[in-house]
């Protein structure tokens, strides 16, 4: 309960900028309480967050006064408190008008959040308020700086900069008391700020802008993904900028690699001879209500070099007991390659340019290890390039229980794998996906994803239990979300709503509320 209090009364005191006019004073010293070492960091612009919300002004008032209400009946006896905030959020003592800062620890060894204290008395005043509520502990100074515990969380400031801090393992609070105290102690060529990728952070565009490295995952999960990768390669130097806009009917994430480790520069170099620009010759072969179609294209032949290339890969494919010519399989694939499907339903069908057909005969030699299952699995041939395989229960190869069935082939030129025959080669009538709005996007791109929002709202009528559905009821008017891979460094993402004329944070807020 206590945890859930404190929750509520930080998001809604940071999102409630509404009205402020004090003047902004001081400048972003408070900023070097950032961890040097922090593998993920988060700047979120309140000021940008709250305008395109629709939060200030005469239009935010009710959803402000709602927020109020709320944290009114969980915090019973601070009425006049929350009011003073709510009417002019400086009165909390944190000035919301410089960034806020979320960010991880290397080996996620601790998270926290940071902002400026704009008045230190003030930020007193309202955690004493807490603490009669029980939401927090008396503060206390020690360490030079004042500290509190509300949960699992550690409070620690000065008359500059506010720190949370938290355990991500469950590590007492005030465990941490040393390490926040250290941090609000660092200087302005110390710590994350003095850091190239906080310039690089700073100078970024979008509301909300993160930069995170792969030394943000603890080590016992680093290990078994990177065996058989060179041990020379360092986690901190692989690394992703992403900046979050909320714009007009759409919300855009850009996405910057900006890894320095030369093992991974390497291996992304490798790839982009595996991987060619996208001709969207597979937009024709589904209609436009499609729930979800993935694109790349590739070269079979490189690709399997490159696999072999992996210690770990090429021990696989040299031990396999399965008696298929990987190499053949691979080697005949050049081209465009695409999955496409109804998510709701659990249909779908991938297809795939091929140079030839001859690498099917490499699954006759399937045939004689499925007789060793007794009948429970066959091998079927349902023509001269196409194969029925059959399992008497999927279970066996951990899908779902029950009879399951997957075809597969090749036809003029394409090979094809669905888990619905009727799909092969099925026409379309009306509007197929290049009509949609992204379809004059998907060619020249090295990887294109799209989901039919809308579509799968329309047609989840008949799934109402699903998860997913549920969720996407919560949120009303999407309409489709795609992520295009442009080279090596840039990507996006599009999240776009039906209305393009309102902000996508003021149609999210409203369907919130």
Same mark, same amino acid.
């Given at each position: 309960?206590?945890?859930?209090?404190?929750?509520?009364?930080?998001?809604?005191?940071?999102?409630?900028?509404?009205?402020?006019?004090?003047?902004?004073?001081?400048?972003?010293?408070?900023?070097?309480?950032?961890?040097?070492?922090?593998?993920?960091?988060?700047?979120?612009?309140?000021?940008?967050?709250?305008?395109?919300?629709?939060?200030?002004?005469?239009?935010?008032?009710?959803?402000?006064?709602?927020?109020?209400?709320?944290?009114?009946?969980?915090?019973?006896?601070?009425?006049?408190?929350?009011?003073?905030?709510?009417?002019?959020?400086?009165?909390?003592?944190?000035?919301?008008?410089?960034?806020?800062?979320?960010?991880?620890?290397?080996?996620?060894?601790?998270?926290?959040?940071?902002?400026?204290?704009? @008045?230190?008395?003030?930020?007193?005043?309202?955690?004493?308020?807490?603490?009669?509520?029980?939401?927090?502990?008396?503060?206390?100074?020690?360490?030079?700086?004042?500290?509190?515990?509300?949960?699992?969380?550690?409070?620690?400031?000065?008359?500059?900069?506010?720190?949370?801090?938290?355990?991500?393992?469950?590590?007492?609070?005030?465990?941490?008391?040393?390490?926040?105290?250290?941090?609000?102690?660092?200087?302005?060529?110390?710590?994350?700020?003095?850091?190239?990728?906080?310039?690089?952070?700073?100078?970024?565009?979008?509301?909300?802008?993160?930069?995170?490295?792969?030394?943000?995952?603890?080590?016992?999960?680093?290990?078994?993904?990177?065996?058989?990768?060179?041990?020379?390669?360092?986690?901190?130097?692989?690394?992703?900028?992403?900046?979050?806009?909320?714009?007009?009917?759409?919300?855009?994430?850009?996405?910057?690699?900006?890894?320095?480790?030369?093992?991974?520069?390497?291996?992304?170099?490798?790839?982009?001879?595996?991987?060619?620009?996208?001709?969207?010759?597979?937009?024709?072969?589904?209609?436009?209500?499609?729930?979800?179609?993935?694109?790349?294209?590739?070269?079979?032949?490189?690709?399997?070099?490159?696999?072999?290339?992996?210690?770990?890969?090429?021990?696989?494919?040299?031990?396999?007991?399965?008696?298929?010519?990987?190499?053949?399989?691979?080697?005949?694939?050049?081209?465009?390659?695409?999955?496409?499907?109804?998510?709701?339903?659990?249909?779908?069908?991938?297809?795939?340019?091929?140079?030839?057909?001859?690498?099917?005969?490499?699954?006759?030699?399937?045939?004689?290890?499925?007789?060793?299952?007794?009948?429970?699995?066959?091998?079927?041939?349902?023509?001269?390039?196409?194969?029925?395989?059959?399992?008497?229960?999927?279970?066996?190869?951990?899908?779902?229980?029950?009879?399951?069935?997957?075809?597969?082939?090749?036809?003029?030129?394409?090979?094809?794998?669905?888990?619905?025959?009727?799909?092969?080669?099925?026409?379309?009538?009306?509007?197929?996906?290049? @009509?949609?709005?992204?379809?004059?996007?998907?060619?020249?791109?090295?990887?294109?994803?799209?989901?039919?929002?809308?579509?799968?709202?329309?047609?989840?009528?008949?799934?109402?239990?699903?998860?997913?559905?549920?969720?996407?009821?919560?949120?009303?008017?999407? @309409?489709?979300?795609?992520?295009?891979?442009?080279?090596?460094?840039?990507?996006?993402?599009?999240?776009?709503?039906?209305?393009?004329?309102?902000?996508?944070?003021?149609?999210?807020?409203?369907?919130?509320?």
């Amino acid at each position: 309960m206590i945890q859930k209090k404190t929750i509520s009364a930080w998001m809604a005191c940071w999102t409630m900028l509404v009205g402020m006019m004090v003047s902004c004073t001081g400048g972003n010293e408070y900023e070097s309480a950032l961890p040097e070492d922090a593998a993920l960091v988060i700047s979120v612009n309140p000021v940008s967050i709250v305008d395109k919300s629709g939060l200030s002004g005469e239009t935010g008032k009710n959803a402000v006064q709602r927020l109020g209400d709320a944290l009114k009946s969980g915090m019973q006896g601070s009425g006049q408190l929350i009011d003073k905030i709510i009417e002019n959020p400086s009165e909390s003592g944190i000035d919301f008008r410089r960034n806020l800062y979320f960010f991880m620890e290397s080996q996620s060894i601790s998270a926290g959040m940071l902002a400026r204290v704009s @008045d230190e008395g003030k930020l007193e005043e309202l955690f004493k308020a807490l603490s009669k509520q029980q939401i927090c502990s008396m503060p206390m100074e020690e360490n030079g700086c004042s500290w509190t515990v509300m949960g699992n969380v550690l409070a620690a400031y000065t008359s500059d900069a506010l720190l949370l801090l938290a355990d991500p393992n469950g590590g007492a609070p005030q465990d941490l008391l040393h390490t926040a105290s250290m941090l609000l102690r660092q200087g302005e060529k110390e710590g994350y700020r003095a850091t190239s990728d906080f310039a690089r952070m700073k100078s970024g565009n979008g509301d909300v802008i993160a930069l995170g490295t792969l030394d943000l995952i603890p080590g016992r999960y680093v290990t078994p993904m990177m065996m058989g990768i060179s041990g020379d390669m360092k986690m901190k130097d692989v690394k992703c900028m992403a900046e979050v806009t909320f714009g007009e009917g759409k919300m855009t994430v850009d996405f910057t690699d900006l890894t320095t480790d030369p093992v991974m520069k390497q291996m992304k170099d490798r790839q982009m001879q595996v991987f060619g620009k996208v001709t969207g010759k597979y937009l024709d072969f589904f209609p436009a209500n499609t729930s979800f179609w993935l694109s790349v294209n590739v070269d079979g032949k490189k690709a399997y070099e490159m696999l072999k290339e992996h210690p770990v890969f090429n021990n696989q494919l040299e031990n396999s007991m399965m008696p298929v010519d990987f190499e053949a399989i691979f080697s005949a694939l050049k081209g465009d390659m695409a999955i496409a499907g109804d998510l709701l339903a659990n249909k779908f069908i991938a297809y795939a340019d091929v140079t030839d057909n001859g690498f099917l005969q490499t699954f006759e030699d399937l045939k004689p290890l499925l007789l060793l299952t007794g009948g429970q699995m066959k091998l079927i041939n349902r023509g001269t390039s196409a194969y029925e395989f059959w399992m008497m229960d999927g279970s066996m190869l951990g899908m779902r229980p029950g009879s399951l069935s997957f075809w597969f082939g090749v036809s003029d030129g394409k090979f094809y794998f669905t888990n619905d025959s009727r799909l092969v080669d099925a026409s379309v009538e009306g509007l197929s996906l290049r @009509d949609c709005p992204w379809g004059k996007e998907v060619k020249g791109k090295r990887c294109f994803y799209a989901m039919n929002l809308a579509a799968l709202l329309e047609t989840g009528q008949s799934f109402p239990d699903r998860p997913e559905m549920q969720a996407l009821r919560f949120v009303k008017g999407l @309409d489709y979300l795609v992520i295009e891979s442009v080279d090596a460094e840039k990507s996006r993402m599009e999240l776009v709503m039906k209305d393009k004329k309102q902000n996508i944070l003021r149609v999210l807020l409203s369907s919130i509320n």
